[in-house]
Nanobody, 115 residues
């Protein structure tokens, strides 16, 4: 069964850190672009970060540059999103996507940044 499973979300204070993980099963992520997206209540889903399949080049949306780091471990079939210096506006449901065919999405993991 082809699927992505995200984990690592939770409640954190402003300025804190979280590390999200996205483990793929049923296919290999090797050679495929992978990305993290988020959707806050009442807003559209947006791309947060993407890492290419061949060169592992990262790309970030402007609002997270310098704070978030996307990485991948193809041997573990897993993609990560290290989030540092979190802001309340980072609160959202975070999704992982594999750029395979029409796209494979995970179920999401909630990140809440609040004091």
């Amino acid at each position: 069964q082809v699927q992505l499973v995200e984990s690592g979300g939770g409640l954190v204070q402003p300025g804190g850190s979280l590390r999200l993980s996205c483990e793929a099963s049923g296919f290999t992520i090797s050679g495929r672009a992978m990305s993290w997206h988020r959707q806050a209540p009442g807003k559209e889903r947006e791309l947060v970060a993407l890492i290419s399949g061949a060169s592992h080049t990262p790309v970030y949306t402007d609002s997270v540059k310098g704070r978030f780091t996307i990485s991948r471990d193809d041997a573990r079939n897993t993609v990560y999103l290290q989030m540092d210096n979190l802001y309340p506006e980072d609160t959202a449901l975070y999704y992982c996507k594999a750029h395979r065919g029409a796209g494979v999405w995970g179920q999401g993991t909630q990140v809440t940044v609040s004091s």
